[in-house]
Nanobody, 127 residues
Framework: EAQLVESGGGSVEPGGSLRLSCTAS????????RGWFRQAPGNECELVSS???????YYADSVKGRFTISQDNAQNTVYLQMNNLRPEDTAVYYC?????????????????????WGQGTQVTVSS
């Protein structure tokens, strides 16, 4: 069964760090993008960061300079290193593949309506 398995979420205090991992099981990454989305209760779906097969990256303005996306194609794994976390980063974070960030309407995203999605991992930033 093809699936994306996420790990690394949790609860941290403001200023803390977390590293999210997402591994493809039952399939391999192809030439499309892969990345991380997030959604908090009552909020819109947001593309946090994406990376292409050749390593080109995108970051939402709200996370630039704090988050870093990377990938290990041999392991079919994509990572999101999150530093200097803020309370507003609190959300469920989803890994997704099989999309092209350049074709998304970033202001009208609806999570889970395109590509392949993981089950999500909760990130809570609170003192």
């Amino acid at each position: 069964e093809a699936q994306l398995v996420e790990s690394g979420g949790g609860s941290v205090e403001p200023g803390g760090s977390l590293r999210l991992s997402c591994t493809a099981s039952g399939f391999t990454f192809d030439v499309s993008d892969r990345g991380w989305f997030r959604q908090a209760p009552g909020n819109e779906c947001e593309l946090v960061s994406s990376i292409s097969s050749d390593g080109s990256t995108y970051y939402a303005d709200s996370v630039k300079g704090r988050f870093t996306i990377s990938q290990d194609n041999a392991q079919n794994t994509v990572y999101l290193q999150m530093n200097n976390l803020r309370p507003e980063d609190t959300a469920v974070y989803y890994c997704a593949t099989d999309f092209l960030a350049s074709e998304l309407d970033l202001k009208r995203l609806v999570c889970h309506t395109f590509g392949n999605w993981g089950q999500g991992t909760q990130v809570t930033v609170s003192s």
